[in-house]
Nanobody, 124 residues
Framework: EVQLVESGGGSVQAGGSLRLSCAVS????????IGWWRQAPGKEREAVLC????????YFVDSVKDRFTISSDNAKNTVYLQMKSLKPEDTAVYYC?????????????????WGQGTQVTVSS
């Protein structure tokens, strides 16, 4: 059974930090790129950044480039999203998702598996 399980969400004040984790199981970790997506209330889900074997880290949202970092621990089959200098506009449900292949992108239907999401709330 394929599973992606996010954890680490919570409530922080603006300027704070959080680290999200995405633990994956049920497929070969190296065969997939892992992306972090988010969905704010009333907005569409958007790709934030992803990591893949061939492409490394790819950012899709300019406003997070200096604040968010994605990394992976292959031994633990876990991908992390380190977020710092958080802003109220980062408030959203954050999802990790897996896209089969050597690369990962920002096309929603390109992803094969999704986690259940974790809430991140940033207060001003």
């Amino acid at each position: 059974e394929v599973q992606l399980v996010e954890s680490g969400g919570g409530s922080v004040q603006a300027g704070g930090s959080l680290r999200l984790s995405c633990a994956v199981s049920g497929f070969t970790f190296d065969d997939y790129g892992i992306g972090w997506w988010r969905q704010a209330p009333g907005k569409e889900r958007e790709a934030v950044l992803c990591i893949s074997r061939a492409g490394g880290s790819t950012y899709f949202v300019d406003s997070v480039k200096d604040r968010f970092t994605i990394s992976s621990d292959n031994a633990k089959n876990t991908v992390y999203l380190q977020m710092k200098s958080l802003k109220p506009e980062d408030t959203a449900v954050y999802y990790c998702a897996a896209e089969r292949g050597s690369y990962c992108g920002s096309y929603f239907f390109g992803y094969d598996y999704w986690g259940q999401g974790t809430q991140v709330t940033v207060s001003s």
